[in-house]
């Protein structure tokens, strides 16, 4: 019987034990006696499918959201990506770099790929409740693109809508105002309309409570901290979600799509399918041979490593040392090539030794079955402490204190006695310092430092204190030139570039 392959929307990976991992059936393929796939259901495959380029889910991500922050470093070796490092590691913006250029290319990608599937609906005259949901996935996805870019370049263009020619989509850029209330309004929607879950055979697919987390973290950038404190409430009452344990395995192949995720981006490889992303590779350890792994970008640096307190597992369980036991006793010493700049590698995007030797998964292909986690159930829990201690009040401040404490519940399993105590300040400054160290070294080397420094307004501070020479203006990337330059001067150039 002849397959449809849909190379695009790769579902649940989660594996029960390393060694099936490569045998299973991926869940995005069909027989023609299946689902009767519609070509609506395909314009919503590939829309999934924008979220595993380079741009979303590889080396262009990492640059953009890791590299710039205090948490991470370029690494490699000193001669490589020199003007990467510069602009990523030491704020030395370029209006014409690769690594910008196709961020800002991507992330369009994937708007005008939802764009198309809201477009399909929207010309349905009585559109089904299935076709509803497959809006709303687009809807939730555009929003996820458009956060993205906001974060990255503040004011840019709202296409809200089908191109179906490069001169409609060249339109001006809108305020960065303009673009949140189209986030809003999107995952408004798709709130309402998506499910609170899917069936095993659609794991991965964006639900009701991946919209209202998403909901909440926009709003945790912006202050709104009634709106983000409700959705996280929200969410935790639900009951839909849980921390998984122990901590390390959550970034493991068998923690893909566990009780504690609430979106990652799918991905898949095996020895005939390659529908992956170059999340882990681009981080992989770069050495060679058994540890040909990777490029060695994207690395913890001692600033981050000194940030855990004593004792804390999630240390070692973020910042894999170099020249060390590899994680899972299996696969010797990590070795990396001569002149490696760093002393660990970001565990989180470390492959099981198993899985690779199944997969021949050495460069080129290291990791990229390795799914990448957008949101777990402990940010929800962190950004809802977070928000009840601005609000303040004797309840809220006892509900932060409750959900700062699962949090270290579970990061100190297994550790000895004392080992992270309680958290027992009701004083909101010193909670609030509390707040935001757990969120720092729970969410270590997970994209996201950076702006939590900008949105708590103390990047300057915490930048100008490593000796580096972040400047407000730096909270902002610039356009990328070719896309101005295309635009035949509709795009303008960000203040200060």
């Known amino acids: 019987m002849k ?26 393929q069909y027989t023609q006696d299946d689902l009767g796939l519609s070509a609506l259901e395909s314009q919503v495959m590939a829309a999934y499918a924008g979220l595993r380029t380079e741009g979303c889910a590889g080396v262009k991500f990492g640059a953009v959201h890791s590299i710039r922050s205090d948490d991470a470093m370029k690494g490699s070796i000193a001669s490589d990506g020199v003007p990467a490092e510069q602009m990523f590691d030491d704020f030395i913006y370029l209006k014409d770099f690769w690594l910008l250029n196709d961020y800002w290319g991507d992330h369009y990608r994937l ?36 956060f993205n870019l906001v974060r ?43 499910p609170p879950t899917w069936g095993p055979e659609y794991i991965g697919r964006t639900t009701k409570w991946a919209a209202k987390a998403l909901q909440a973290k926009t ?5 709104n ?56 590779n681009y981080q992989g350890v770069r050495g060679s041979g058994n540890w040909d792994l990777g490029w060695g970008w994207n690395v913890p640096t001692q600033d981050l490593y000194d940030a855990f307190e004593t004792g804390d597992p999630r240390r070692e369980y973020t910042c894999m040392a170099n020249n060390a036991p590899e994680p899972y006793g299996i696969a010797g010493t990590i070795t990396s090539q001569a002149g490696f700049v760093g002393k660990w590698y970001n565990r989180k995007a470390y492959t099981h030794p198993n899985v690779r030797n ?83 070294v729970e969410f270590g080397m997970e994209h996201e430092r950076f702006y939590d420094l900008v949105r708590w307004g103390i990047a300057e501070q915490t930048f100008g204190q490593l000796g580096k020479n972040y400047q407000p203006r730096n909270r902002y990337l610039p356009i990328p030139q070719p896309e101005i330059d295309k635009s035949g001067g509709v795009l303008k150039q960000n203040p200060d570039y």
């Open 152 to 194: 990255a370049f503040g004011e840019v263009p709202k296409i809200d809508f089908v191109v179906t020619n490069t001169t409609e989509g060249n339109v001006p850029k809108k305020s960065v105002a303009e673009i949140y209330a189209l986030i809003d309004a999107d995952l408004q929607e798709a709130a309402n309309v998506l």
């Open 219 to 223: 709003w945790i950038t912006r202050s």
């Open 358 to 440: 199944s997969a021949g998964g050495n460069v080129p292909r290291a990791g990229r079955w390795l799914n990448m986690r957008i949101v777990r159930y402990a940010d929800v829990l962190l950004w809802a402490a977070e928000a009840a201690n601005e609000l303040g009040g004797a309840q809220n401040t006892t509900d932060a204190l409750q959900w700062l404490e699962l949090i270290r519940t579970r990061a100190r399993q297994g550790a000895p006695a004392g080992t992270l105590p309680k958290v027992v300040t009701t004083v909101q400054a010193e909670l609030r310092d509390a707040i935001r160290h757990e969120r720092r």
């Open 225 to 280: 901290w009634g709106s983000a404190l409700g959705a996280c409430r929200e969410i935790i009452n639900s009951n839909q979600y849980r921390l998984f344990e122990p901590y390390w395995k959550v970034f493991s192949e068998e923690g893909e799509n566990c009780p504690e995720s609430i979106f990652e981006i799918q991905a898949l490889y095996n020895s005939t399918q390659d529908y992956g992303i170059q999340y882990a």
């Open 3 to 28: 397959k449809l392959i849909l190379p695009i929307f790769l579902l649940g990976i989660g594996v029960a034990g390393c060694s099936k991992f490569l045998d299973r059936k991926p869940l995005g």
């Open 111 to 146: 708007v005008k790929l939802c764009n198309d599937v809201i477009g399909a609906v929207d010309k349905t005259a009585n559109p089904n409740p299935a076709e509803l949901v497959n809006r709303g996935e687009a809807k939730f996805l555009r929003a996820y693109a458009y």
